[in-house]
């Protein structure tokens, strides 16, 4: 990190901040759809998607320490994302 811009650093930061929130939102959403019910049945969409966002987030740390990219991000649904309270756009431009 001592080598990398304010800047970089800063995106790298924002990085772990996105992985921090979503694996707890991840977490709490895997807890609830396991509890079952069809009340449960939407969760699990949403989890798809922030595990979409967790995986860019990761490829961004990525881009500056290096690694191996995940190139599998179909996954993120942001109007879903939206429809739960959490705006993720513009988080990686």
Excluded: C
Excluded at 11 to 28: D, G, H, P, S, V
Excluded at 30 to 41: F, I, L, V, W
């Amino acid at each position: 990190i001592d080598k990398l811009t304010k800047k970089e650093t800063g995106r790298i930061f924002r990085a772990i901040q996105i992985i921090m929130l979503t694996n707890r939102l991840i977490w709490e959403n895997e807890t609830k759809a396991r509890q079952g019910g069809k009340e449960q049945n939407h969760l699990l969409p949403l989890t798809h998607s922030l595990n979409g966002m967790r995986q860019r987030a990761g490829n961004e740390i990525i881009k500056y320490v290096g690694g191996r990219k995940d190139l599998n991000l179909d996954r993120v649904n942001e109007e879903l994302i939206r429809e739960f309270g959490f705006d993720v756009g513009g988080l990686f431009e």
